[in-house]
């Protein structure tokens, strides 16, 4: 199977990829979010001319010969563009093979219990907990995730106090059944990070996410070592490398890569398989309902150390206006605090053809 043609549709959020091999079969991923228009710039330029007339079985091998190519670009945006290449070869042989992404990976399609996520800061205790209330009680939810501190906030808060007062309001909101996260997106010096931490301890937080700036991995794990909760992080991280340390340190209780982010399933299942053997439970980051969150419901249901949710973004049009009309049917409805892994071959996602009719298009195509 020998790559033909690789097409991308995007906007400034979105890019969805088609790869098609020399017999016409077809598959369909995803770039990462967020300046998806670079991302395909940078998957024609620099990914596309080491992958036209190259097999698609190996991925690995592949995956790993396009970053050596590239190895003068060890960037975020190289891994998010060998993503979208990625994830269309896994549906591609999906397809193929009549045998949804899941089931290639060993798992079984299936229910899997998610958590509603937050991403406001600049929302009220009181609004953040009637909205949550409101979930719970339309889609069965009972494991949330709200912010505090302020993004890379160097311990100033979103507002004075936000953060002492939305976690015991949380808690008195949802009661003691509730499983409770938060993120403190690089906020907080370790110090500042470790108070927070007492306070999230006492309210019974299970989950404290990013609470120092990511790349300072000794200030994370100095705030891990000091209390009895999750430390989780990792959703920024695309080098190797810088995963196998973290792991190894045990810098984290949880280990969050972001296929889209860390470059495709197949760099994904590397991290999760050193996490398994670390004994660490893997529960990624997928913030938006594109194809992240469906491929990350593939991966879950498939790897041994699956963390105990599927990160549910709750934001909709008003806070991402672009995940609107992205598909014909929405591919993970919640019932009762629960998604369900299609069972049709591939990813089992149909992309809108009327979205796809507004986006921006771009190939490369094999030489004849």
């Known amino acids: 199977m020998k790559i033909q043609k ?9 890019g969805f990829v088609r790869v098609t091999a020399e017999d016409g079969a077809q598959g369909w991923g995803q770039v990462s ?5 670079i991302t395909s710039q940078v998957l024609h330029r620099q990914v596309a001319p080491w992958s036209l007339g190259q097999g698609g079985q190996d991925l690995e091998a592949l995956v790993d010969r396009i970053a050596e190519r590239e190895h003068k670009f060890p960037c ?3 891994y998010r563009a060998i993503g979208g290449l990625d994830t269309a070869l896994w549906d591609l042989r999906g397809k193929r093979e009549g045998r949804s992404v899941c089931e290639l990976l060993g798992g079984t399609p299936g229910r899997l219990r998610a958590y509603a996520s937050s991403m406001k800061r600049d ?3 009181q609004d953040e907990a009637r909205r949550m209330l409101r979930l719970r009680d339309a889609h069965g939810f009972d494991a949330f995730k ?12 979103e507002w004075p106090g936000r953060t002492e007062d939305i976690v015991p309001a949380m808690r008195r909101a949802l009661g003691d059944a509730a499983a409770l996260l938060v993120d403190g997106n690089s906020g907080f010096s370790p110090a500042r990070a470790i108070e927070v931490g007492r306070l999230l301890e006492d309210q019974g937080i299970e989950h ?17 070592e000091a209390l009895t909760l999750d430390v989780t992080g990792g959703e920024q991280d695309c080098y190797l490398p810088m995963w196998k340390h973290m792991i190894d340190t045990h810098t ?7 296929v889209c982010y860390v470059g495709g399933l197949a760099r994904t299942l590397r991290v999760a398989a050193m996490a398994a053997r670390a004994g660490l439970p893997c529960t990624p980051h997928s913030a938006n309902l594109s194809m992240v969150t469906v491929f990350t419901m593939h991966l879950l249901r498939a790897i041994p150390n699956a963390g105990k949710y599927l990160e549910y973004s709750i934001e909709g049009a008003d806070y991402y206006p672009w995940q609107e009309g992205l598909f014909v049917h929405a591919p993970y409805e919640v019932r009762d605090g629960h998604v369900t892994v299609p069972d049709e071959p591939g990813w089992g996602v149909e992309i809108d053809p009327a979205w796809l009719a507004r986006s921006r298009y771009q190939v490369s195509e094999r030489a004849a």
């Open 76 to 78: 975020a945006y190289l």
């Open 6 to 14: 690789i097409e991308t549709f995007c906007n400034l959020h979105v």
């Open 252 to 258: 984290v209780d949880i280990v969050q890569p972001d």
């Open 146 to 157: 709200f912010r505090v501190g302020a993004e890379c906030g160097h311990d100033v808060d």
């Open 208 to 224: 404290f996410e990013e609470p120092c700036p990511y790349w300072e991995l000794e200030q994370t794990q100095q705030v891990r």
């Open 33 to 37: 979010p967020y300046n998806a228009d």
């Open 123 to 125: 929302i009220t205790p």
